[in-house]
C-alpha cells in the first residue's frame, strides 16, 4: 500500500486541480466578458446555427488584447477584444472571423475544451508520478525526465486536436455556404502578422500547429469535397 501512497496522492492532486482551474476559469470568463451582439457576425452564426439544427450560436467578448479565440470548458465561445478589434478595423473579415468561431465550435462539439482541463492536472498528476518513480531508479535525472517525456504526449496530443478541430470548422463553414476560403486566408493574415512584428505572435497561432501544414491539411479536405 505505501509503494501506491506517491501516486494515489497524485491522482487526488490532480482532481483538485482540475476543480480549482475549471472554476477559476469560469469566474474569470465571467467577470471580464459579455455577449457578442453584431449583426454582420450574426448573420453568419445564424447560418452555422441553421447547418447544425440549433437556435443560435452565442459568442461572447472577452475583455483581453491577444489576439485568441477559445472553447471554455462549460462549452461557452469566446473571441478576445483584440481579436474582435481587428474585424472591425477591417483586417479581418466578417467570414474569418465566422471561421475562428466554427473551429472553437469544433473544440466543444468533440469534447476538446473539457478533455484538454483533464489533459492539464491529468498532465501535473503524471508529471508527479512519473517523476517518483523514475527517481528511485534515476535521482536526480528522473523528474527532468518525467517532465519532458509529460510534455511531448501533450504536444502530440494538442496538435490532433487543432486538425480535428479545423476539419470540423471546414465541413461547417462549407454546410454553411461560407466556405473554407476564409479560414485560409486567415491563417495567411494572421501568419503575415508574426513576420512583421517579430516575436508578437498571436497567441491563437502560438497555441497550435504551423500555419502551412494546417493549411496543407485544409486544401486536402477541399480537394477530397469537390471530386
Ligand atoms: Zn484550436
Do not use: C
Not at 527532468?144 to 490532433?160: E, H, K, M, P
Amino acid at each position: 500500500m505505501l509503494k501506491f501512497t506517491p501516486i494515489l496522492l497524485a491522482i487526488l492532486y490532480a482532481l483538485a486541480m482540475y476543480h480549482f482551474s475549471a472554476w477559476r476559469t469560469r469566474k474569470e470568463l465571467d467577470a471580464r466578458s459579455t455577449e457578442l451582439a453584431d449583426p454582420a457576425l450574426k448573420k453568419l452564426t445564424d447560418r452555422m446555427a441553421a447547418a447544425l439544427d440549433l437556435a443560435r450560436i452565442r459568442v461572447h467578448i472577452y475583455e483581453i488584447d491577444p489576439v485568441n479565440g477559445l472553447a471554455a470548458p462549460d462549452g461557452r465561445i469566446f473571441i478576445t477584444r483584440g481579436f474582435y478589434r481587428k474585424y472591425r478595423n477591417g483586417e479581418v473579415s466578417a467570414e474569418e472571423m465566422a471561421s475562428v468561431i466554427a473551429h472553437e465550435l469544433g473544440h466543444v462539439a468533440l469534447g476538446h475544451s473539457r478533455r484538454r482541463m483533464i489533459d492539464f492536472s491529468g498532465q501535473n498528476a503524471l508529471r508527479t508520478a512519473l517523476g517518483m518513480v523514475l527517481s528511485r531508479f534515476l535521482p536526480g535525472i528522473g523528474v527532468w525526465i518525467a517532465g519532458a517525456l509529460t510534455s511531448l504526449l501533450a504536444a502530440r496530443l494538442s496538435r490532433s486536436d487543432e486538425y480535428e478541430a479545423d476539419a470540423y470548422a471546414a465541413a461547417l463553414l462549407t454546410k454553411a455556404g461560407i466556405g473554407v476560403e476564409a479560414q485560409i486566408s486567415l491563417f495567411h493574415k494572421l501568419d503575415a502578422l508574426t513576420a512583421k512584428r517579430a516575436g508578437a505572435a498571436p497567441a491563437w497561432l502560438m497555441s497550435h500547429p504551423k500555419t502551412a501544414d494546417r493549411v496543407a491539411a485544409l486544401e486536402k479536405l477541399e480537394g477530397r469535397w469537390r471530386s
